[in-house]
């Protein structure tokens, strides 16, 4: 069995920072990407920003882009997602998703890339 725990969400000012982890368990279990959605109330879940550990490949969304970083160590299965610069609109549940094995289509950028998720931490950003 795959888990997913996310951590690091919180109450922010607008223009702080926070910075999420996600830690992938289960015996033997090696993801080959990792990833943020995040889902604010009343609108659909969106991409945030991913990483293929195989050439380190890295996507962001266009509002993460120049504001978040994610890194991670892929023998830990361990995600994180520095976020700077926070907004009043990144306000959501951010989820950390994983990839166990090679898949060309869909991209990471989309929810159905992925076989495991977690349950998910608030991030709340104040104006």
């Known amino acids: 069995q795959v888990q997913l725990v996310e951590s690091g969400g919180g109450l922010v000012q607008a223009g702080g920072s926070l910075r999420l982890s996600c830690a992938a368990s289960?015996?033997?279990?090696?993801?080959?990407?990792m990833g943020w959605f995040r889902q604010a109330p009343g609108k659909e879940r969106e991409f945030v920003s991913a990483i293929k550990w195989s050439g380190r490949n890295t996507y962001y969304s266009d509002s993460a882009k120049g504001r978040f970083i994610i890194s991670g160590d892929n023998a830990k299965n361990t995600v994180y997602l520095q976020m700077n610069s926070l907004k009043p609109e990144d306000t959501a549940v951010y989820y950390c998703?994983?990839?166990?094995?090679?898949?060309?289509?869909?991209?990471?950028?989309?929810?159905?890339?992925?076989?495991?998720w977690g349950q998910g931490t608030q991030v709340t950003v104040s104006s």
């Open positions: 998703a994983a990839r166990r094995g090679r898949l060309v289509l869909p991209p990471p950028t989309a929810g159905d890339f992925y076989d495991y």
């Open positions: 289960g015996r033997t279990f090696s993801s080959y990407a």
